[in-house]
DNA sequence: AACGAATTGGAATATTCATTCTACGCGCCG
DNA sequence: CGGCGCGTAGAATGAATATTCCAATTCGTT
């Protein structure tokens, strides 16, 4: 049932789209929910690619927008176009383009904003440090040494918590045999001790190192397995006992340190792992599970 | 004398213009100011409306960007088009990143470097994105909800558990009474079920969304509590039982999505929190003054 | 002043795109 | 269990848009 009125701003369709959602049907809350994530390519791309990107057909979409009062998808788009115009319209080039300092740091005495754009460039800036802390080499090892594991297992407290328990639901989730030493109910050290000669103990830590993570470290040692060390530092207590360390130097905003460059380099230690798998795939020995 | 390589992007295009420019004829000349002094135009509106607008004709347009290489004048727009997106960023992100999943495939995968860097690149665009998506006024509604609440819940599972394991250790030592719904032991709706009117759960959700955390959320909204979502979508199960959604747009390479802005945000969340309740401390009482 | 080369305007053409339409599939209700 | 209606996919259509081409004009040169 057409509106009358079509929404006139992208503001305006964003609030007729969430009152509606649930009336739809599901091919159109499949669009609306597209519409309402990447308006800005509805802004700009054709029809065609939309409709292939969101996974629906071209006809489906003008059907949408039929819904909601235009009389085509052409118009909706105008809407979004607008929209994303008036955004950047400040943007007036003049014939003396010499200016090609676009002005990225925009000083709101606001506070709040002011308090995220600093964690993102915080962030941003260590993440292309890891770049370059982090060797090829180094990442090569790490790999090979996750992916030869029989059993993975994965420590981190405190600070290092979330990134130990991401490591731990990713590597699960490329099939790799994980055990997450969480030490849930004081069994942190039971956790670790089961780990043996041919398994791998991913150990996250962050100065304070905390006392769970170099216990479990130690006994790992202990009992020969192999241990591979997430830290900032080269020297940590459980660098030290380490095959392979991948130091994370993090980015620190009034003393609190962040965790994106750690996850990041989780992330990334996790899908070239993936990597590696499907390519072992091939070779006869080491039957790993998919 | 159409150069071999075309200009890849908006600011070389613009050199390219302001070198050539006084060698090019009147009608060029023309246009290129026009393409100097409204490149938003250039990016969005058709071929006709442009040549109007800079009064001249359609195929002038063409032939002023065969002068500069391009095979046609839409291959050019897009130049432009591009570089409206990444300017506002929502989807320049989307662009790109899909890109570099297309050049994921096509590399052989043997640089372990690469895909490190590439998740880099990945989680540094969500970053920037990020700063664009949120705004400050969501950001102030966020934490004055958690700063006014007496206990805060924070719940998060699968995908989402690092992030929402991060929150709930930081509020912690910014001294917020947090409660964490970690559901060990399948104890999860029970956990939530002791939350207030007077409380907030930060629910922290991705697709697909995790049951318990729906869960948790309903039980919240049926006891009169209010709702944080930080999620990927606006509509997603638990946005819609939410006071206020503050919605991410996370790296996506191969199927698996990255944390690091969800991290960040997180962070910038507590940090500003932590701001807000020293600035209160001097104030007589918890309650803040709206 | 006249010729030639370069540039331009505008119609003709080819291509792409949005929209419409029809037949099919699915779920709902009798 | 069978019919009915809504929703959908996909091809056909028609519109709009970009591009090409050629004749007309301007500009520079001798």
């Known amino acids: 049932m057409p509106k009358a009125q079509p929404p006139a701003t992208a503001e305006e369709l964003r609030h007729a789209i969430l009152e509606r959602h649930g009336s739809l049907s599901k091919r159109l809350q499949q669009i609306a929910r597209y519409v309402l994530d990447e308006p800005n390519e509805l802004a700009i791309e054709t029809l065609s690619v939309i409709a292939e990107r969101a996974g629906v057909q071209p006809s489906a979409i003008v059907r949408f927008a039929k819904e909601f009062g235009y009389p085509g998808a052409s118009q909706m788009q105008r809407v979004f176009r607008d929209n994303l115009l008036s955004g950047n319209a400040a943007i007036g080039y003049g014939e003396r383009v010499r200016h090609f300092n676009a002005g990225l740091s925009r000083r709101k005495g606001g506070g709040h904003a002011e308090v995220l754009a600093e964690f993102i460039e915080g962030n941003s800036l260590a993440l292309h440090n890891l770049a370059q802390t982090i060797s090829e080499a180094q990442l090569a090892e790490a790999v090979d040494l996750i992916d030869k594991a029989e059993t993975v297992f994965v420590a981190g407290f405190r600070r290092s918590f979330p990134v130990a328990s991401y490591l731990a639901y990713s590597l699960q989730q490329v099939n790799k045999r994980t055990m997450f030493v969480d030490g849930v109910g004081g069994l942190g050290k039971l956790q670790a001790q089961t780990i043996g000669r041919k398994d791998v103990l991913i150990a996250v830590s962050y100065q304070p190192y905390a006392g769970e993570t170099i216990e479990a470290a130690e006994q790992a040692a202990a009992r020969g397995a192999k241990i591979l060390s997430?830290?900032?530092?080269?020297?940590?207590?459980?660098?030290?006992?380490?095959?392979?360390?991948?130091?994370?130097?993090?980015?620190?905003?009034?003393?609190?340190?962040?965790?994106?460059?750690?996850?990041?380099?989780?992330?990334?230690?996790?899908?070239?792992?993936?990597?590696?798998?499907t390519r072992a795939e091939r070779r006869p020995r080491r039957g790993r599970a998919t």
């Open 230 to 277: 997430i830290s900032d530092s080269l020297v940590s207590p459980i660098s030290k006992l380490a095959t392979v360390v991948l130091q994370v130097r993090e980015s620190e905003v009034r003393s609190f340190r962040s965790l994106a460059a750690s996850i990041c380099l989780a992330q990334a230690l996790v899908i070239d792992l993936a990597f590696e798998s």
